[in-house]
């Protein structure tokens, strides 16, 4: 816990954003190799029986726009990955569902690190995640974010033509720190997208300006594709994995900022700042 508070640092807004949308959190995930930044809002489980529900289609009546609109076009405006925290519960309360290969009978460990869960908000389609095992395989524990995977990407072999030489080594070979998180992000996209029927579109995104410089982005050359959510998921996921933090997370890091100013630069939703610094995997 102690080492955990060390890597941590949390800077709150005002309860604003509390009335608005539920409280969005902007989450950056920091090592000495760049940065990766979210946009977090957080959803509790709902079991009845079998079945589990997560309301991704609640609305606020105070708010203008539907909650979930309201943090993909916010994380969008400061391009961020979109991501749900899903609060599970503990294992009783899940009734102890198979959580992964390795689940155990009763106190898993791999059932208590469930408890929360990283979901990308593009995978949180609410007639597909209505169960365990759906809930499962679109998400990550917390704890194992930045666990480096044990396994290439799941690719569909069309797609993987299309890959840059250095994205195919991102997502073939193991990671560690801020990659290790990205690509637990990616790797949760590229699986559902492999389930998938839609058509792989076999056209590259034009390179972006400055991606491939020492300050912006870490992958410019990536696939079009948009599956069947209309979106190209390859931008949509991997444009927030940066070089270099933004000058405001550079500042929280070393605690060198105003928050008045912080918080007045920020959209209304947003309740706060969480800035990781990533261990290195041992």
């Known amino acids: 816990m102690a080492q955990a508070a060390r890597a941590v640092t949390v800077v709150p807004f005002t309860q604003r954003a509390e009335a608005l949308t539920g409280a969005d959190w902007v989450w950056w995930w920091v090592d000495g190799t760049g940065a990766y930044g979210m946009l977090v809002q957080a959803k509790r489980v709902t079991v009845t029986r079998s079945n589990w529900s997560f309301d ?9 726009r539907p909650q979930r609109e309201m943090l993909l076009s916010t994380a969008a405006l400061l391009d961020l990955l979109p991501v749900y925290a899903l609060y599970l519960g503990t294992g009783d309360y899940r009734g102890w569902e198979c959580c992964s290969d390795d689940h155990g009978n ?7 690190k469930r408890t929360i869960s990283l979901m990308p908000a593009l995978l949180a389609e609410k007639l597909i995640v209505s169960d365990a095992v759906s809930t499962y395989e679109r998400s ?13 990407a799941l690719l569909i072999p069309t797609l993987e033509k299309q890959l840059a030489p250095e994205l195919l080594n991102f997502l073939q070979e193991p990671q560690d720190g801020t990659r290790a998180v990205t690509r637990s992000m990616i790797d949760q996209v590229l699986r559902a997208r ?27 050359d990536v696939p079009d594709d948009t ?4 979106q ?24 060198d900022f105003d928050q008045d100013r912080l918080t007045s630069d920020m959209p209304d939703n947003i309740a706060g700042i969480v800035v990781v610094r990533v261990p290195p995997h041992e």
């Open 194 to 220: 492999y389930g998938a029927f839609t058509a792989v579109s076999t056209s590259v995104a034009s390179p972006q300006s400055g991606d491939h410089d020492q300050l912006g982005r870490v992958f410019g």
């Open 106 to 112: 009763g106190n898993c460990i791999s059932c208590v």
């Open 140 to 152: 990550v524990a917390l704890e194992d974010l930045w666990t480096p995977p044990p396994a290439g």
């Open 232 to 255: 190209r998921y390859f931008e949509h996921t991997l444009n927030p994995l940066l070089h270099v933090p933004p000058g405001y997370v550079l500042g929280i890091a070393s605690g």
């Open 56 to 64: 991704f289609g609640y609305e606020v009546k105070s708010a203008a």
């Open 227 to 230: 599956g069947h959510w209309g």
